[in-house]
Protein backbone atom coordinates (compact mmCIF):
# COMPACT_ATOMS: atom_id res chain seq x y z
CA UNK A 1 0.00 0.00 0.00
CA UNK A 2 3.04 2.40 0.82
CA UNK A 3 4.63 1.63 -2.70
CA UNK A 4 1.70 2.05 -4.78
CA UNK A 5 1.17 5.85 -2.66
CA UNK A 6 4.66 6.87 -2.93
CA UNK A 7 4.26 5.93 -6.80
CA UNK A 8 1.23 6.99 -6.78
CA UNK A 9 2.78 10.94 -5.61
CA UNK A 10 5.73 10.18 -7.57
CA UNK A 11 3.50 10.34 -11.11
CA UNK A 12 1.27 13.27 -9.55
CA UNK A 13 4.27 14.95 -9.21
CA UNK A 14 5.31 14.33 -12.92
CA UNK A 15 1.83 15.18 -14.14
CA UNK A 16 1.00 17.99 -12.66
CA UNK A 17 4.86 19.33 -13.90
CA UNK A 18 4.24 18.22 -17.28
CA UNK A 19 0.94 19.92 -17.53
CA UNK A 20 2.04 23.06 -15.71
CA UNK A 21 5.29 23.33 -18.23
CA UNK A 22 3.42 22.57 -21.58
CA UNK A 23 0.42 21.32 -23.65
CA UNK A 24 -0.61 18.24 -24.44
CA UNK A 25 -0.92 14.72 -23.42
CA UNK A 26 1.49 14.65 -20.04
CA UNK A 27 1.09 10.62 -19.67
CA UNK A 28 3.31 10.65 -22.90
CA UNK A 29 6.14 12.90 -21.28
CA UNK A 30 6.65 9.93 -18.78
CA UNK A 31 7.71 7.06 -19.82
CA UNK A 32 7.72 4.12 -17.10
CA UNK A 33 9.81 0.86 -17.32
CA UNK A 34 9.72 -2.65 -15.74
CA UNK A 35 11.70 -5.12 -14.34
CA UNK A 36 10.92 -7.70 -16.36
CA UNK A 37 11.87 -10.34 -14.28
CA UNK A 38 10.00 -9.02 -10.81
CA UNK A 39 7.36 -6.45 -12.76
CA UNK A 40 8.94 -3.65 -10.50
CA UNK A 41 9.25 -0.06 -11.83
CA UNK A 42 13.20 0.41 -12.83
CA UNK A 43 12.97 3.75 -14.66
CA UNK A 44 11.26 6.44 -15.28
CA UNK A 45 12.20 9.02 -17.91
CA UNK A 46 10.23 12.78 -18.41
CA UNK A 47 9.94 14.91 -20.70
CA UNK A 48 9.65 18.02 -18.62
CA UNK A 49 9.25 20.60 -21.68
CA UNK A 50 6.98 18.55 -23.84
CA UNK A 51 9.55 18.89 -26.68
CA UNK A 52 10.62 15.06 -26.85
CA UNK A 53 13.55 14.70 -25.78
CA UNK A 54 14.08 12.68 -22.07
CA UNK A 55 15.47 15.43 -20.07
CA UNK A 56 15.23 13.58 -16.36
CA UNK A 57 16.11 9.94 -16.03
CA UNK A 58 14.75 8.47 -12.84
CA UNK A 59 16.67 5.05 -11.94
CA UNK A 60 14.39 3.22 -9.25
CA UNK A 61 13.66 -0.13 -7.30
CA UNK A 62 9.96 -0.23 -7.44
CA UNK A 63 8.78 2.53 -5.38
CA UNK A 64 11.71 3.66 -4.10
CA UNK A 65 14.23 6.69 -6.13
CA UNK A 66 17.94 5.50 -6.09
CA UNK A 67 19.27 8.03 -8.36
CA UNK A 68 18.21 10.71 -11.01
CA UNK A 69 19.77 11.84 -14.07
CA UNK A 70 19.08 15.18 -15.27
CA UNK A 71 20.32 16.88 -18.90
CA UNK A 72 19.42 20.34 -18.21
CA UNK A 73 20.13 22.08 -21.50
CA UNK A 74 18.82 19.42 -23.51
CA UNK A 75 22.74 18.09 -25.41
CA UNK A 76 22.78 14.93 -24.97
CA UNK A 77 25.22 14.75 -21.50
CA UNK A 78 23.84 14.51 -17.96
CA UNK A 79 24.59 18.26 -16.21
CA UNK A 80 23.45 16.10 -12.77
CA UNK A 81 23.58 13.13 -10.77
CA UNK A 82 21.17 13.20 -7.84
CA UNK A 83 21.76 9.82 -5.45
CA UNK A 84 19.34 9.11 -2.68
CA UNK A 85 19.09 7.05 0.20
CA UNK A 86 16.53 4.04 0.71
CA UNK A 87 14.80 6.34 3.41
CA UNK A 88 14.73 8.78 -0.06
CA UNK A 89 16.97 11.45 1.51
CA UNK A 90 19.33 13.31 -1.42
CA UNK A 91 22.74 12.13 -0.35
CA UNK A 92 24.60 13.55 -2.67
CA UNK A 93 24.41 15.53 -5.94
CA UNK A 94 26.95 14.51 -8.84
CA UNK A 95 27.79 17.06 -11.61
CA UNK A 96 30.77 18.17 -14.50
CA UNK A 97 32.93 20.80 -13.93
CA UNK A 98 33.81 20.57 -17.86
CA UNK A 99 29.99 19.95 -18.91
CA UNK A 100 30.93 17.10 -20.69
CA UNK A 101 28.68 14.63 -19.36
CA UNK A 102 31.72 13.19 -17.30
CA UNK A 103 30.45 13.68 -13.24
CA UNK A 104 33.56 14.92 -11.42
CA UNK A 105 32.61 15.95 -8.41
CA UNK A 106 30.11 15.31 -5.80
CA UNK A 107 28.82 17.87 -3.30
CA UNK A 108 27.03 16.53 -0.22
CA UNK A 109 24.06 18.68 1.63
CA UNK A 110 23.29 18.79 5.75
CA UNK A 111 19.15 17.96 6.10
CA UNK A 112 18.61 22.00 5.74
CA UNK A 113 20.06 21.69 2.21
CA UNK A 114 23.33 23.74 2.73
CA UNK A 115 26.51 22.15 0.69
CA UNK A 116 28.75 20.46 4.13
CA UNK A 117 31.19 18.92 1.55
CA UNK A 118 32.62 18.67 -1.91
CA UNK A 119 34.76 16.16 -3.54
CA UNK A 120 36.49 16.46 -6.41
CA UNK A 121 38.19 13.86 -9.13
CA UNK A 122 40.83 16.18 -10.18
CA UNK A 123 41.70 13.16 -12.83
CA UNK A 124 38.50 12.48 -13.81
CA UNK A 125 38.85 9.06 -13.58
CA UNK A 126 36.44 9.01 -10.10
CA UNK A 127 39.25 8.71 -7.82
CA UNK A 128 38.77 11.32 -5.25
CA UNK A 129 41.79 14.16 -5.11
CA UNK A 130 40.21 16.73 -3.17
CA UNK A 131 37.86 16.90 -0.58
CA UNK A 132 36.22 20.70 0.63
CA UNK A 133 34.85 21.08 3.58
CA UNK A 134 32.29 23.92 4.43
CA UNK A 135 30.47 25.54 6.94
CA UNK A 136 27.04 27.53 6.04
CA UNK A 137 28.03 27.20 2.41
CA UNK A 138 31.53 29.14 3.04
CA UNK A 139 34.64 27.29 2.71
CA UNK A 140 35.84 25.94 5.67
CA UNK A 141 38.86 23.41 5.19
CA UNK A 142 40.53 21.34 2.55
CA UNK A 143 42.38 18.10 1.83
CA UNK A 144 44.03 17.40 -1.36
CA UNK A 145 45.95 14.41 -3.33
CA UNK A 146 48.17 16.98 -5.18
CA UNK A 147 50.84 13.56 -6.61
CA UNK A 148 48.10 11.24 -7.24
CA UNK A 149 49.14 8.46 -5.35
CA UNK A 150 46.06 8.05 -3.61
CA UNK A 151 47.47 9.56 -0.21
CA UNK A 152 46.09 12.88 1.12
CA UNK A 153 49.40 15.24 1.07
CA UNK A 154 47.89 19.02 1.43
CA UNK A 155 45.57 20.76 3.99
CA UNK A 156 44.30 24.32 3.65
CA UNK A 157 42.15 25.71 6.57
CA UNK A 158 40.33 29.21 6.07
CA UNK A 159 39.11 32.01 8.22
CA UNK A 160 35.72 33.47 6.31
CA UNK A 161 37.18 33.88 2.82
CA UNK A 162 40.46 34.21 3.85
CA UNK A 163 42.87 31.02 3.15
CA UNK A 164 44.65 31.37 6.65
CA UNK A 165 47.11 28.52 6.56
CA UNK A 166 48.50 25.23 4.18
CA UNK A 167 50.56 22.38 5.23
CA UNK A 168 51.89 19.57 3.34
CA UNK A 169 53.43 15.85 3.92
CA UNK A 170 56.64 16.81 1.77
CA UNK A 171 57.75 13.37 3.52
CA UNK A 172 54.86 10.99 2.10
CA UNK A 173 54.42 10.18 5.85
CA UNK A 174 50.74 10.80 5.84
CA UNK A 175 50.67 13.54 8.08
CA UNK A 176 51.70 17.35 7.35
CA UNK A 177 55.63 18.28 8.62
CA UNK A 178 55.23 21.63 6.59
CA UNK A 179 53.09 24.31 7.31
CA UNK A 180 52.57 27.86 6.19
CA UNK A 181 50.57 30.36 8.08
CA UNK A 182 49.05 33.58 6.54
CA UNK A 183 48.38 36.37 8.64
CA UNK A 184 45.89 39.28 8.21
CA UNK A 185 48.59 41.85 7.32
CA UNK A 186 50.07 39.50 4.30
CA UNK A 187 52.95 38.23 6.34
CA UNK A 188 53.73 34.14 5.95
CA UNK A 189 55.16 31.98 8.76
CA UNK A 190 56.61 28.77 8.20
CA UNK A 191 56.71 26.01 10.64
CA UNK A 192 58.36 22.90 10.46
CA UNK A 193 57.32 19.54 12.40
CA UNK A 194 61.09 17.64 11.82
CA UNK A 195 60.36 14.69 14.35
CA UNK A 196 57.24 14.10 13.10
CA UNK A 197 55.21 14.23 16.58
CA UNK A 198 52.96 16.98 15.19
CA UNK A 199 54.82 19.59 17.08
CA UNK A 200 55.65 22.28 14.68
CA UNK A 201 58.59 25.30 15.11
CA UNK A 202 58.40 28.23 13.34
CA UNK A 203 61.32 28.48 10.94
CA UNK A 204 60.83 31.74 9.59
CA UNK A 205 58.58 35.10 8.20
CA UNK A 206 58.48 37.20 5.64
Known amino acids: MKDALAIGLLFVGMWSAACERGSG ?23 SDGNGKTDTVSYMNGAVVVRIEI ?22 VGFSRSGDGIEDAWSYPDAAGSVVRLEISGRR ?17 AEEDSDGDGQMDKWETYEGERLASVAFDTRHRGTPDRRLIYATDGSVRVEVDAAGDGHFVPVTSR
Open 125 to 141: DGKISRIERYTQNVLAA
Open 71 to 92: DKDEDGKIDRWEYYSPDQKLEK
Open 25 to 47: DGRKRIIPEYDPKTGKLSVLRYD
